[in-house]
């Protein structure tokens, strides 16, 4: 079975100080982190530097072990013959004397992307330290114009390492998307002018410390901002084909049933159609 991540990404929901170096009035950096997937961030015009910096806060701090750079693939696409790098840094004292760099990925090309319609980048590594300060960089050789669709960072969640059941009876898709794949070897994919497509997901046996974090950091706020769920390793029989699956997520949790003493959580996945 494949360990399914979720990624914990609580900080569009708080309240944080966020700039940026360069935006368009009708595609403010605010929308990397909020609004439905057809809203995106781009640059005035062709810049060699994009910096958006995030302040969460003198009463909190965070750490990132991946960060995801959603609906790219119309940059990379028109960048030329230059070469476009991304990069998270953190930083204790707003770019003082500290200023570390967490994630980055040079000369980003299409063959890099992934996720439902190859649009997508993620980056992972081990947790960083905790920090106040975030700040995203868009690096490129020649002046391109900058834009992406949303950008999510945070930490990553595994119900302590279970696999998820999950069901058999998903509808097959052809189409020209690549998406989850259950036991019974059909397809839950995306392609426009369909409806959303569900996945019923259930944890079983996660320790009481697991399921109170879930509910009280992710569950409660999962109808704010969107999940994704991402598999990084694969197996014979797998849910996800190491891929990035956006979408929204409702939980139906119990705890201590009445035939054994055990937490279960039970989540539907709708995914989230891109363009």
Known sequence: MTLLNLAFN?????????????ETSDHPHENLF????????????????????LDLGASLTAQAEYIA??????????????????ELH???DNFGASDDTLFSFFNVELTDLIGT??????ITGAAS??????????????????????????MFFNFDGRSPRY???NNV?????RGFIADAGTMFSTSSGRARRELALTWHGIPDDTFDFYRQNIEQFTADYPIFLYAPDTFDHYVLENLLAFGWLTSNDTSGDQWRDTNIISTTFTEDIIG
């Open 117 to 122: 319609h190859d649009e997508d980048l993620i």
């Open 90 to 92: 953190g930083s204790t």
């Open 34 to 53: 909020h609004g439905p997937s057809g809203v995106y961030w781009e640059s005035d015009g062709d810049v060699m530097e994009s910096l958006i910096t």
């Open 129 to 154: 330290g905790f920090y106040r300060y975030f700040r995203i960089e868009v690096i490129s050789i020649l002046p391109v114009q900058h834009l992406i669709q949303k950008c999510y960072f945070g």
């Open 167 to 169: 069901s058999f009876t």
């Open 69 to 86: 750079f959603r609906g790219i693939r119309s940059m990379i696409l028109s960048k030329g013959a230059t070469t476009i790098s991304l």
């Open 10 to 22: 609580d900080i569009p929901r708080q309240a944080i100080l966020t700039t940026a170096s360069t």
């Open 173 to 177: 898709n052809t189409g020209n998307n």
